[in-house]
């Protein structure tokens, strides 16, 4: 349901409203539907921009009585969807996890790669799968596994990176250390990490060239809070990693580490925060950069105040500047999207009140401190965590949003296109 929109996307040519020329991003923007090609029982979405302009749409597809299925679809660059979706994986044990989502990503070359859940027995431990496609998309490569711990334990929350040698990055949360708790998952951590191998969640990291053949794998933090998203924006210097720490206080902050010749420094609070919880909040950073200008957006529910927080780099992730408030008090949820440019950023959050849940979108300066315009996207049918996290890629001056809604008890991915409203 889509209360706010003010026109229906043309698919291509001329009426596409993300082909329009350089504008002023102060003018008024608007909200325009973007029917999608998924249909019902559809979610877990993620999007992507390929070195050619096409953009990428990956979801799950859950229908009671058939197995999940991870389909793909993709928009040319005129606007318009090349082919019905595409099935990229199938099985009973292709999980299909509200917040553990799977990532669909293109290296330079032109090579698709997506990752996914397999499952191992009940509950939430499941191994990574990861495969590429040199032909768009129409064969896929057997799977590997990114983690080759041989543990049923919980990994997964992954972020995708091109290596810019036809190769890809990935950065995983992998629950190895936890494999001693023969009955326990990663929801149920008592134990904390004091040292590299103990026992707590790590983030990983690893590189996989066009073989699949894994290289310089290494452990970027033995103690992470257990199942929220990680997130790698690309600057000019590489890649800088977010995800949500885990003290041995249970301080739970969002910090960053950036890749440089091979070594992940030591990471750092992008703010102090100081949220103590003792259990995951699965509600993980989001980021994006342009250059060396570094967005960071995320959650936090410290002095018990639901907040939505985005801070700015201009080094590259080596320092940031306090964070602005996007939005402050019970009805917000969070689950953060970020997208940036030279003209403006892109913050999307979503938020519960009496009336139901709402896609809300902040477009601000590249350094956050001037708001531009503040939208609502949608209203959502859905209520709880079944709506997931939405997503946002730019093309053009335009912004391509999609999530999720449910509707009696049924998932289904919507979409929007945000841009400059007709004569501004």
């Known amino acids: 349901m889509l209360p706010l929109v003010l026109a229906l996307a043309a698919c291509g040519g001329p009426d596409d409203p993300a082909v329009v020329g350089d504008v002023d991003p102060t003018a008024a923007y608007e909200v325009h539907a973007w029917p999608l090609p998924a249909t019902e029982g559809s979610a877990q979405p993620d999007m992507a921009m390929t070195a050619d302009g096409r953009l990428l749409l990956s979801w799950i597809s859950s229908i009671p009585g058939r197995r999940n299925a991870l389909q ?47 499952r191992i027995g009940e509950g939430y431990a499941a191994d990574i799968a990861l495969s590429r496609s040199t032909d768009a998309g129409f064969n896929w490569s ?58 707590g969640t790590q983030v990983r990291a690893a590189v996989f060239d066009a073989n699949l053949e894994r290289s310089g794998e290494q452990v970027v933090d033995p103690l992470a809070c257990d199942c929220c998203q990680t997130a790698v924006a690309m600057t000019a210097r590489g890649p800088v990693l977010f995800y949500r720490d885990r003290t041995d206080d249970e301080i739970r902050d969002i910090v960053a580490t950036r890749l440089t010749d091979g070594t992940w420094s030591e990471p750092k609070p992008v ?99 001037r708001e531009y315009q503040r939208l609502q996207v949608a209203e959502l049918q859905g209520r709880g965590n079944a709506t997931g996290f939405p997503k946002i890629v730019l093309r053009g001056s335009a912004a391509h949003i999609v999530w999720t809604d449910v509707a009696d008890g049924t998932p289904r991915l919507h979409g929007a296109i945000v841009n400059p409203t007709q004569g501004s």
């Open 142 to 199: 057997p799977p590997v596994l990114v983690n080759d711990d041989g543990t049923a334990t919980e990994h997964g929350f992954a972020s995708l990176w091109s290596t810019g040698n036809g190769a890809l990055g990935i950065a995983w949360l992998d629950g190895r250390a936890n494999a001693t708790d023969a009955d326990a998952t990663a929801h149920q951590h008592a134990a904390k990490a004091h040292e590299h191998g103990g026992r």
């Open 271 to 369: 703010h102090a925060d100081g949220w103590k919880i003792e259990g995951c909040p699965v509600n993980g950073p989001s980021a994006a950069a342009d250059g060396n200008n570094v967005v960071v957006a995320w959650y936090t529910g410290a002095n018990d105040t639901p907040t939505v927080l985005a801070a700015r780099s201009g080094d590259a992730g080596d320092s940031f500047y306090p964070p602005v408030v996007l939005e402050q008090g019970r009805p917000v949820l969070g689950r953060v999207a970020v997208a940036v440019d030279a003209h403006q950023a892109w913050l999307l959050w979503i938020r519960e009140d009496a009336n139901g849940q709402s896609l809300w979108l902040s477009r601000r300066s590249p350094d956050l401190q």
């Open 72 to 118: 793909f679809v993709s928009l040319s660059t005129n606007g318009r969807w090349q082919s019905a979706p595409r099935t990229i994986a199938v099985g009973e044990t292709l999980a299909a996890n509200w917040a553990n989502i799977p990532h669909i990503t293109a290296t330079p070359d032109g090579t698709l790669w997506v990752h996914w859940l397999q």
